[in-house]
């Protein structure tokens, strides 16, 4: 306790910041449960756990996600991780040591610097030379105050070391282990997923938070230069490693008895080749005819990124909208290929798909396969899993030529679904059998202490009340735990080695000896 505390801190309540949550028993079972699946399905299908790092430098997601995306234009927690070389505070009489300090810090890289850093540098230093000729002069003027402020805003725009982000997805996360350690020299395709929380500062409603969590998994091959490739062998297994992929998404949601599951797919074409380009110039051109009666958002998307224009969810823009040329008309024919074969794949697998052209999808660096899936109970935001190919993605980020597709579950929606769902008894999995210890007397707390560290050994959970209880008040308190079973340990119990086991639900009491009391608890 600081005693020294002013009492208004000392009367303040903390709360969780808005937007983040605890996830508090028994939902945590669930929670559990849900990973627990995702584990063992995805190890069936080949794929091992990657845990990166929950900050990344900023640029890797303004690289990766893309720059005009809202993720990254608006969404993300950043701040600058400032270099430990420099001092907390500059004292003012050591700015000049302390702008030396930051240029050195600059020359060598440990600062990243851009030019116009090194430019803010420059400014902030030019300032302080001014302001300390001014106060040298000790002129109280108005333009000294100017001046003074203006070196504020400078200081504050220096960087005074790396930029770094709250990862709001990880994709380019496992990209950037997939170059840093070098995984294009270990057996391709190299099969990834990862389990963890996401940040974005987006505004928080049913089913959207600043913190929630992502169940992911990413499929990342190297492409090996090959004259001898054959193109259309190619496009075939790729498609096979897209209906692969979704299909192992759709067993876990099938194992965990998701309700009301539905399948989007779409194709949005090869950003490289001319079907992408040349249908988004032609949606460009189409918009703007119709420009004046779209919302303000849509009309900036038309200059930052037309597709996402499809993606509109206001009521007014949908006759707009429908009337637009669909991508699936100027597919090039690989994409056409390929899109086709996916299809196919996803009907051979028996999984059931919907089409959908206006799937584009809010991250920049997708191509041609894209899809979502939506589950029951969630209102308006009823993703609970977005995913796509993302080819070339590994090589913008400065690594070797890849292939990619992945996709992320909302683990809160999920989650949220199968609450809605009220089948919480398949949903969690079966419990293990609780046992709740009424003990009274000094003999019967040792046999008590000795029950409890077997039973737990075999995973049974135990309580073991830590003062003596009279028998009825340790059954109310035993029922009122959700305990199974109560077992009644007294000092005559224990003197004459029989057990007492009572059934909380029907009241039955069976008489045991210790080992056959761990066995019939341990076949339950
Ligand atoms: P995403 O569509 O941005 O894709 O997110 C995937 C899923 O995360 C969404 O469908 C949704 O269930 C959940 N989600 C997103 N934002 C929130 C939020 N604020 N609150 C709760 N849940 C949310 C990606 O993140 C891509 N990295 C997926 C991917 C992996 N594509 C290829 N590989």
Redesign the pocket.
């Known amino acids: 306790m600081n005693e020294a505390a002013p009492k208004k801190e000392q009367r303040r309540k903390f709360q969780a910041i808005r937007g983040t949550r605890d996830l508090l028993p028994p939902d945590t079972a669930l929670w559990n449960h849900v990973e627990e699946t995702a584990h063992a399905v995805f190890n069936t299908f080949g794929f091992g756990e990657i845990r990166p790092p929950i900050f990344e430098p900023t640029d890797l997601f303004a690289r990766a996600v893309g720059g005009d995306t809202d ?1 990254v234009s608006k969404e993300m927690y950043t701040f600058v991780d400032r270099s430990e070389k420099l001092e907390p505070d500059p004292a003012i009489g050591n700015m000049n040591v302390f702008f030396q300090k930051v240029r050195d810090l600059y020359k060598s890289g440990e600062i990243p610097a851009a030019d116009q850093d090194e430019f803010a540098l420059k400014l902030a230093q030019d300032q302080w030379k001014r302001v300390d000729d001014l106060l040298n002069q000790v002129a109280q003027t108005e333009d000294a105050g100017k001046d003074i402020y203006t070196l504020v805003l400078l200081y504050d725009a220096l960087r005074l070391g790396t930029r770094v982000s709250l990862r709001p ?3 380019a996360s496992v990209c950037r282990a997939y170059i840093e350690h070098n995984m294009q020299q270990l057996p391709q395709p190299q099969k990834l997923y990862y389990i963890g929380p996401m940040f ?1 500062r ?1 505004r928080p409603q049913k ?4 913190q ?1 969590y ?1 169940i ?1 998994a ?1 499929v990342l091959e190297n492409v090996k230069p090959d004259p001898m490739r054959d193109a259309a062998k190619e496009l075939a297994k790729d498609a096979i490693t897209d209906a692969e992929l979704i299909q192992m998404v759709m067993t876990f949601f099938d194992r965990l008895k998701l309700p009301g599951v539905q399948l989007e797919i779409n194709s949005i074409g090869h950003a490289a080749d001319n079907c992408r380009r040349g249908y988004v110039a032609l949606l460009k051109s189409e918009l703007e005819k119709v420009k004046d009666k779209l919302g303000a958002d849509s009309q900036r998307r038309i200059e930052t990124n037309p597709l996402r224009v499809l993606d509109s969810k206001l009521e007014h823009e949908q006759p707009i909208i429908a009337t637009l040329p669909k991508i699936a008309d100027h597919l090039c024919d690989d994409c056409k290929t390929h899109y086709a074969a996916v299809k196919r794949e996803l009907e051979l697998r028996g999984v059931f798909y919907n089409e959908n052209w206006r799937l584009v ?3 920049d660096y997708y191509m041609r396969t894209t899809f ?1 899936i939506t589950a029951q109970g969630l209102g308006s935001q009823n ?6 190919r ?1 080819d070339g993605l590994v090589e913008l980020l400065g690594g070797p030529p890849t292939k990619g ?6 683990e ?2 999920l989650i949220l679904s199968l609450q809605e769902a009220k089948d919480l008894a398949i949903a969690a999995g079966k419990q293990p059998p609780f046992v709740y210890i009424a003990w009274m007397g000094a003999n019967a707390y040792a046999a008590a202490v000795r029950a409890a560290k077997d039973l737990r050994a075999a995973g049974i959970r135990v309580e073991l009340p830590p003062v003596e209880q009279k028998f009825g008040k340790a059954l109310e308190r035993a029922s009122k735990l959700g305990a199974h079973y109560a077992l009644i340990l007294g000092d005559n119990e224990v003197a004459e080695g029989t057990w007492t086991l009572k059934t909380l639900a029907d009241g039955t009491q069976q008489k045991f000896t210790e080992p056959h009391l761990l066995e019939f608890l341990k076949k339950l």
């Open positions: 993720i997805e990880a994709t974005r987006e089913g959207r938070y600043r929630f992502q992911g990413e999808r809010g991250l979502e993703a609970v899993c977005g995913g796509g993302y597709i992945g996709f992320a579950i909302g809160d929606r």
